[in-house]
């Protein structure tokens, strides 16, 4: 038996904002592990809140794949930046890093002080790890202050299963912000169209909120609407999510799962997205 998990605590929430991954690695082990994110759930006593069984194989390969793709674009970063700087932002208790790091990186973990606070506890804080206490819906980027890198070191931004449930004003800000504060650098995040973002927020948002506010949040469905928002873009790559994955590997998730990832790629539902940023 766990650790007992409180319902409306914040490891509830961090817990269940993990959990897909989590019954992703448990249906598909041979595709994808994140042995740290395992032993999480090996540690605590969590019991799925309401919205996990609306989670299906494809919403689970969604976020499994989102991470295997910010793994693999990290990894080949690390080749010209080994002592790159990771930043994750709303990291709850993600494991990436673990899965990227190479003995010289070093990374930032981005989110409110009662969530740095039980990601401590339940995920530890390496040597090179620091964390940033913000809040990414305000105004205020002070927070960047913290954050101690050099271009040669290069920086690495992501915001992994994020921006669905953001409006279009504050990831545009976000965005905006980093393009003109970190120059040289790189940043991903997975992304929804118009028409899949409904599919998404159906994960999280009940029918009337779905229905009556989807339109308000962040989706994109083609490079100029990012393009647009800072001139410090660089390079805008937005390529369907599966890019990352060979076909032997993808038809491991099952053919029925495998079919529904394939027919949300063909429709361009979810996409990953790399940008780059000038230098000034």
Known sequence: MGKEVKRGSIEEKCLERLYPRKLALDWWPEVFMDKSCVKLFETYDYKPAKYADKISKADAARLLIAEYNTVEVAKKYLRDHPKAIFVNLAC??????????NGTARAYNVDTREVLIARKEAVGKGDREQGIIADLLSDDFSWFEKIEWTRDDGIF????????YMKREDVKRIVANIAVNFPDGMMVFDAASRDGLPKILKTKYDEDEVKNNAGFYFSVDDDAQ????SVRIADIWRHPLYTYYT????????LITAVAVKAMDAKNEVQF???TFKRH
């Open 226 to 229: 990012i393009s647009k928002w």
């Open 247 to 254: 076909k032997k590997t993808a038809n491991k998730l099952g």
């Open 92 to 101: 709850g208790f993600s494991t990436v890093f673990q899965q990227i790091d």
């Open 157 to 164: 931004f992501y915001a992994l299963d994020l921006f669905h």
């Open 273 to 275: 997205v790399e940008l």
